[in-house]
């Protein structure tokens, strides 16, 4: 692996945490639970990606299960709370 | 089992993609904790959900492809499923949101509705689901 694409993941990840930090800061900032759900969920994207990054970086198929089943996890988890407040329960 | 194999020029190629999806997820980061009110702080997640994905799967792509020595497409699953659930957990977050913005009006956070006849006391004749 060349230097430039050591120092390309590590900028990366560390990118992703910042973003992750700054939806942190909406998620316990938010004014309404909406907000909370919507910085919620773009954490989970972000997680996403960092197990794909991750996964270029060991150069290991493993990490792109993980990364399918948080983006299918955070999909229905955002749309359980969606409805929640959108209805006041999840299933009728 | 190192990433030797992998030229530079695609070594190259992927950090650029990667680089690229790190600022893309910064600013909708920035975006989601900058802008103002929950309507316009739907918009930058697509950024992040769209664009940065995009670049993170076909930089996988491409590096996986040149470390196996034979194609290896299954991150496309990645960009198949990003690209059907996020319209949706959009459309009802957006959805939760009017409906409860609605409930509780609070000065100019509510968006002027599309169709300014149809209102939610006398839902027109195209609405279906009044009967």
Redesign the interface.
């Known amino acids: ?2 230097a ?2 050591a ?3 590590a ?2 990840l ?3 945490g ?3 930090l ?2 942190l ?2 998620v316990l900032r938010g004014p ?4 909370r ?3 919620l ?2 954490i989970y ?2 997680g ?2 960092t197990a ?2 991750i ?2 970086r060991y ?3 493993v990490y ?1 299960e993980a ?2 089943l948080i ?2 996890l ?2 229905v988890s ?2 359980a709370m ?2 929640f ?2 209805r006041g329960e999840v299933i009728e | 089992m190192t990433a030797a194999a992998v030229p530079l020029w695609a070594q190259i190629l992927v950090g650029c993609l990667l680089l690229l999806s790190a600022v893309l997820t910064l600013a909708a980061a920035w975006g989601v904790l900058r802008l103002r009110d929950f309507f316009e702080r739907l918009h930058p997640p697509a950024l992040a959900l769209v664009g940065s994905a995009w670049c993170v799967t076909l930089a996988s792509m491409l590096f996986f492809s040149l470390h196996d020595g034979e194609l290896q497409l299954r991150a496309w699953l990645i960009i198949i499923t990003l690209s059907i659930t996020v319209p949706i957990t959009t459309v009802m977050l957006s959805r939760a949101a009017l409906f409860r913005a609605r409930r509780k009006p609070c000065g100019d956070l509510l968006p002027p509705p599309l169709h300014p006849e149809h209102t939610i006391e006398s839902a027109g004749p195209g609405d279906t689901r009044a009967g």
């Open positions: 692996m060349s430039f694409l120092a390309a993941i900028v990366t560390g990118a992703y910042l973003a992750s700054l939806l800061v909406r309404t639970a909406q907000d759900v919507l910085a969920d773009l994207g972000i996403m990606l794909l990054v996964g270029i150069a290991s198929h792109f990364a399918l983006a299918l955070g999909f955002s749309c969606a409805k407040l959108l």
